[in-house]
Every structure is written in C-alpha cells, then in structure tokens.
C-alpha cells in the first residue's frame, strides 16, 4: 500500500513545470499489461512446514488469514476508498485507488484519483526493474511532480514489504525477508530487494491479526520534492473475508514527526484479488 503525501503543497510551490503527456491511467493499464505477462513459476500450496522456521506471531497471523492449504499469492490487484491529508487539520482529498503488485519480481504500480483545487488529478506510483518513479498529473495533461531515483526507489520498497504483510501474507516465507523474533506480539523483519535492504517491526493483537507495521526506511515526500526520511507506521485492523483470505480491511498511514503524529492517509479495502 502507497501513501501520498504533500501534493496540494507541491502544486503550491511551482513545482508543476513539467510533461505534457499520455494520461496515467492508460500508463497503469500499459505496465500492469506489460508485469503481468512476465513468465511465472507455477504456485505452491502453502504447508504448516513452509512457516514452521518463522516467527510464532508471524505464524499464527499466516493461519488465521486462511493461506495454509493454499496457492502461493504471486499477484495481487486491490482497490480501496481512500482520503490524503496534506497537512494536520487539513481537509481531506478523497479518491478511489487502483493497486497491482506482483511480488515475485516484484512490480508495483498504484493509481489514484482525485479533484485538487478543483481540477482533475491523477497520481501514479511505479515500481519495476529501473526503480521507482512517482507522478501527479494535474488535469490530465501536466505532471505537478515527477520523481524517480534511488531514494525514491528504497522508500517504495518499504511500501511493498508492508503490502506484502498485510495483503499477501502466504509470502511471508519469502527467501528474501529476514526474520528476527522479538516477543509473543511483535515480530523484525528485514527485505532485501536488490541494492536496498529495508526494515520494519510487525505488531499483533492477542487474536494473531496484524495491527501495525512500523519502519524507519521510508521517506515522506517534502515540498521541494527531497525525501525526509522518517518513522513510518500503518495501523491496519476490522479484518473481513475476501474470497477466502481474512485480511485487515480500514488503515491509516502515519508520519512521526518530532512535533507529534501525523495521519496523512486513510484506506478502506472494497476489493480484492489474489493469483
């Protein structure tokens, strides 16, 4: 799950001189295209075995989610009702969201949209084999921002962890991810995605959900368009059945600042399909 942050404030800062291209939706539909017919392994069934060598809350939250007996989730599309806040007390920007990822490779892309100073906006978040780019179109015809690089690629990594903790938890014995057993509630975790190896603590409630999902990897986005990097965290929870899988289904995205918290995003899962 990607959050957004900061854009109301970047339109505001002039930082809109940019492309005039095709329209990112139709980019989104082009790339999910192009990730999705990339060759795969077939799926394994998902054992007691596989998650034997984890961590004993990571174990228990992998059952009750209902992935033992089951294929391995390699793709994933989600869609959500989601709102971003630019600022503490700001008003909100609601907008539906469209997410596919694809964890084996892995690729992500994310799109939202939504009305910004009363224009149309659509924001796009891609991550594939060149890294991470991120851009906000305004009116479907200029991007207000356009991102890329290496610090942009590290912070989408973080994002793709904790989409894979919450929303493709058969994963979690991935060979990628490192585990680290710290008590009966919480539980560290380290993925390594080619140059980048990010890092989050895993927090469960006494039922064996996941709760929360803590990292200090990830950049929030600031108004010159730099990354800031800071502790970020995803309080997930009201777990319900999709197709089978009971996942978290409401959350919220939050940056710690030094002056307090701050909630920037809210999500709320409609729809899910796993493959």
Known sequence: MIWILGIVALVGSGLWFATRSNSLPRAFETRRAEAMAIPRDAADTLTEEDIAHLPKPVREYI????????PIVTEITTR?????????NAAG?????LQYERFDTPERLFLMTSRM????????HDFGRNGATMR?????LFNVVDIGGPE?????????????????????IDPRLDWTEIDERRAGVTYSVGDNA????LIFNAAGELVDFISDDRGMLE?????RILRWSTPLGNYRDFGGWRLASEGEAIWHLPEGPFRYGYLRLTSYEAR
């Open 152 to 172: 942009l690629t590290r912070t989408e990594t973080v994002t793709i962890l904790n989409d894979l903790a919450f929303f493709a938890p058969s994963r979690l």
């Open 198 to 201: 990010v890092s989050a603590e």
């Open 80 to 88: 959500f009702d989601a709102e971003m806040y630019d600022a503490p």
């Open 63 to 70: 059952a009750l989610t209902g992935s033992i007996g089951r």
């Open 136 to 140: 906000v179109r305004l009116a479907g």
């Open 93 to 97: 920007m609601p907008g539906p969201v």
């Open 223 to 227: 108004k010159d368009g730099t990354l």
């Open 117 to 124: 100073k009363g224009l149309p906006v659509a924001v796009l």
